[in-house]
């Protein structure tokens, strides 16, 4: 199972995987029933969540919505840490996760509109770089594990900061790997180069310590939030959480 989802990740399109993956995969959950881990995103419990992962970590998607570690972590974050759930909010999410989408759309709090340039999950077409609303339009913006891929990052986040309200925050999350500073190289092109450099054949730069420094200069306050460590072990056993997950949680800054 490991290596088959390995394979399949690596060379299928995440738009097309969006798509057909969750009908497949919840034929797959009845082989998972069991008590020993239970999804807080959409509350089913398995024996244990299966792996994934170009180098599959074991314990890692749920079988019935998709949620992985960080997702479950986020929504335990977002539950516990804002008030999501309950304030009226106008939200853009960029890039939606399916695990998120229906539970999102159905919060009777929430104006919820979802975007990206290729998912075709997203209700609005757009790119990143060129975020078509008005200054000040959202309370809240999610985007996350899209850095990596776009060409202009910190453009990027400076059109988030652009459209978050005066009181608004966001997340931003990308994978951070542990060096020094970000590491990215624009003359590389070729897929399989930038597999070897940068861990995906669609990224196109792999982040360092200096991530929340880096996106900040974008204008956008960006505190790294230690959630998980201090959550109790058998929390984060019951939910298989992310255990060195920093989350970046934004705010409208100059």
Known sequence: ???????????????YLQLVSHFFLRIVAIFYKGNS????????SFRKFLPYGRKARENALCPNCLALERHRLM?????????????KLKVLHIAPELCFIDRMEALPNLEYITADLESPL??????????PFEENTFDVVFCNHVLEHVEDDIL???????????????????PVYDLEQTFEDKTVTDPVEREKLFGQRDHVRKYGKDYAKRLSRSGLK?????????????????????????IFYCGKGK
């Open 1 to 15: 199972m490991k290596s088959l989802i390995s394979l399949i990740i690596r060379y299928i399109p995440r738009k």
């Open 37 to 44: 881990v239970n999804c807080n995103v959409c509350d089913h």
């Open 75 to 87: 929504w335990l974050f977002l539950d516990k840490e804002t008030n999501f759930f309950t304030s």
């Open 122 to 131: 997203a209700k609005v077409k757009m790119d990143v770089h060129q975020i």
């Open 156 to 174: 990027a986040c400076s059109e988030i900061n652009r459209v978050l309200k005066k009181d608004g925050w966001g997340i931003i999350q990308s």
């Open 222 to 246: 960006v505190n790294e939030n230690l959630f998980v460590k201090n959550l109790p072990n058998s929390l984060i056993a019951k939910h298989a959480l992310p255990e060195n997950e920093v």
